[in-house]
């Protein structure tokens, strides 16, 4: 398992064991819970929830056990994503954090059930550790047809279609939906959580933006220099495939500027924050540059 080894008090087996035990206990069906298992237990980096108790480690608030349930209902949220842009009538991928994708190993009707049975599950969770009607507005506004599914539908829309390839407009905004919006929320909610000052509040979000769309940038770049290292020469995989994002826009070196650019801006919005732990989390950035 991929451990955030840079966030000094690792909370990642922490969260492990929280998801394992509690989707045993918590779905009835053994069966569908061990669907909903293999993609949220398949290694994932846990990036969100560490980003939700980073956030609340900087405003120096305590983590226990409804912390980890609202952090473990952020990634439970995220695998579902996960699991439907994996399907055929999306992205088709064959695997997923190294694993065979849910509809490969389960059949596609179990793979569109656990991940329905994991959006609702992990707002559950955010609700019930958070009892907080707030929390469960952010996450529910990041990832519906105003987030993440709107970045998820502008994104299949424009697959393949040339006219958007160098629209740098629509390209920012569907990255930022996609991507973006859960990213901050993850540190939103954590701002609201603990109650962070207004001033704490804008830093984090500012923080939390710049970290969104420098980790979408990261992740297409980290295909190019994981494939031109396997090849030994710079394939670039998106373009081929008719997708339009920051890498095709912009190309290698102007996206490392970007993501340099980006770095630099979220290391300052931490200033006169507790935020070292959450500056780690840029150093992720640092096998691509
Ligand atoms: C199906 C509604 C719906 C949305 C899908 C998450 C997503 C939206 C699409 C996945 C495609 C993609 C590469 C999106 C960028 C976001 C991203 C980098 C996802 C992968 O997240 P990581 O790197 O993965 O945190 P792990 O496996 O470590 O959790």
């Keep these: 398992m991929t451990a955030f080894t840079y966030f000094k008090d690792d909370w990642t087996p922490v969260i492990d064991d929280y998801l394992a035990k509690h989707l045993a206990d918590e779905v009835d069906s053994k069966k569908i819970s061990q669907i909903m298992s293999y993609s949220v237990m398949a290694g994932g980096k846990r990036l969100r929830p560490l980003l939700f108790l980073a956030t609340l480690n900087a405003l120096g608030k305590k983590i226990e056990e409804p912390e980890i349930r609202i952090a473990c209902g952020i990634e439970l949220i995220h695998t579902y994503s996960l699991i439907h842009d994996d399907l055929p009538a999306m992205d088709n991928d064959d695997y997923r954090r190294g694993k065979l994708t849910s509809h490969k190993k389960w059949g596609e009707a179990e793979a569109i059930l656990a991940g329905d049975a994991l959006l609702p599950l992990g707002i559950q969770w955010i609700a019930e550790g958070s009892n907080s009607a707030d929390l469960v507005k952010i996450i529910t506004q990041a990832v519906g047809p105003n987030g993440m599914v709107g970045g998820q539908y502008l994104d299949i829309d424009s697959t393949n279609n040339e006219s958007v390839a160098g629209d740098a407009k629509f390209i920012n905004k569907m990255e930022w939906l996609k991507t973006g919006c859960l ?20 830093k984090l979000i500012d923080y939390a933006k710049a970290f969104g769309r420098s980790y979408q940038i990261y992740d297409d ?34 996206s490392r500027k970007e993501l340099k650019d980006l770095i630099k801006q979220a290391k300052n919005d931490l200033h006169g924050l507790n935020g070292e732990v959450l500056a780690g989390f840029l150093d992720l950035y640092q096998k691509v540059l």
Excluded at 186 to 195: D, I, L, P, T
């Design 221 to 254: 770049l980290v295909d190019v220099v994981e494939t031109s290292e396997e090849a030994g020469k710079a394939t670039h995989k998106d373009k081929e495939e008719g997708k339009n994002n920051t890498l095709t826009l912009l190309g290698i070196d102007k």
């Design 183 to 202: 990213i901050k929320a993850s540190v939103e909610m954590a701002a609201v959580y603990a109650k962070a000052t207004d001033i704490e509040q804008v």
